[in-house]
């Protein structure tokens, strides 16, 4: 799986052109540009702002992901 068909997927599946779901992020249409055609250009905060549009969730997943969730989980506060 890539993010470039991903995004491609679920934009055509939701009939929104590139310049709607754009919109809908706000972000500009090159930034949907960009990640349609595989760019390395996107930040991090836009490809979450259209995923969110999208309604797709990411999961993180590899062999560190328990310990990194761990490690950014609030400390208990003492009453």
Not at 21 to 35: D, H, M, P, T
Not at 45 to 67: D, F, H, R, Y
Request: hydrophobic fraction near 45%; charged fraction near 20%; proline fraction near 4%.
């Amino acid at each position: 799986m890539n993010l470039v068909s991903l995004v491609r997927f679920h934009r055509k599946a939701a009939e929104l052109t590139q310049i709607k779901l754009a919109e809908l992020a706000s972000v500009s249409r090159k930034v949907v540009q960009c990640i349609e055609a595989g760019g390395d250009q996107v930040s991090w905060k836009n490809v979450q702002a259209i995923l969110t549009v999208l309604n797709v969730t990411l999961i993180p997943a590899g062999p560190l992901v328990s310990q990194w969730q761990e490690s950014t989980e609030p400390q208990d506060q003492e009453a």
